[in-house]
């Protein structure tokens, strides 16, 4: 079962605008990750947030976590066609680190 | 080698045949994941290896399925009887496990695509 939900599961808008993915979890989380899959690759680290964190930011990338909502978003700044891929978090817990959860995505399209 | 590498890319089994799919984790990488990913949805964890330890393999659906990494490095995923609902991507994830091991962010392989007839 997937713990975390993205929202919106599509999203569609023009090169130069921001991009906002938000996600909700359900359990406690030891971090919270954000990755990047183009069609038919493998998933690529975006950005990691540490539940004791409440903003992180990467380039045009900025990750907020709210513990007491249980939820995280994912902005994207001054979009370019090349960020059209699919977006997931992923909550992180378990005594290894090992729990990996990952909800079932944003579609993101930037049009040109 | 750069990255993590899955082998075949492309699975096309008859159902009831059994399957094995590699990972070539990043060399040096301690822990190794593998998930399954249905169309349209998010990776599903299936199990998680630390060096040639399978610690949890939680997420395996059935005894059907069945993982090893012998020796630390290269792992196999094991399909047997394969059925039609075995169809998906199947991913194998490395990672470098450090001290603080909550900071470790995962390096994806491209995946196997199987398809059961």
């Known amino acids: 079962s997937q713990q975390g939900e993205e929202d919106p599961q599509a999203l569609s808008i023009q090169e130069g605008e921001n991009a906002t993915m938000n996600c909700s979890y359900k359990t406690s989380i030891n971090n919270l990750q954000w990755y990047r899959q183009n069609s038919g690759r493998g998933l690529v680290h975006l950005i990691l947030?540490?539940?004791?964190?409440r903003e992180k930011h990467s380039g045009r990338l900025r990750v907020t976590l709210d513990t007491s909502k249980k939820s995280s978003s994912l902005l994207i700044t001054a979009s370019r066609a090349a960020d059209t891929a699919s977006y997931f978090c992923a909550t992180v817990s378990g005594v290894y680190g090992q729990n990996f959860v990952f909800g079932p995505g944003t579609r993101l399209s930037v049009l040109p | 080698g750069a990255g993590v590498s899955q082998s075949p890319r492309y699975k096309v089994a008859k159902r009831g045949q059994d399957v094995a799919l590699r990972c070539d984790p990043i060399?040096?990488?301690?822990?190794l994941f593998w998930y399954q990913q249905a169309l349209g949805q998010g990776p599903e964890f299936l199990t998680y290896?630390?060096?040639?330890?399978?610690?949890?393999k939680s997420g395996l659906p059935s005894d059907r399925f069945f993982a090893e990494r012998p020796e630390g490095s290269v792992s196999t995923l094991k399909i047997q009887r394969t059925q039609q609902e075995d169809s998906a991507v199947y991913l194998c994830?490395?990672?470098?496990?450090?001290?603080?091991?909550?900071?470790?962010?995962?390096?994806f392989g491209p995946g196997t695509r199987l398809t059961v007839l």
């Open positions: 060399s040096g990488h301690v822990s």
């Open positions: 947030i540490r539940s004791n964190e």
């Open positions: 290896f630390q060096n040639e330890a399978q610690l949890d």
């Open positions: 994830a490395s990672s470098l496990r450090r001290t603080a091991i909550y900071t470790d962010t995962q390096y």
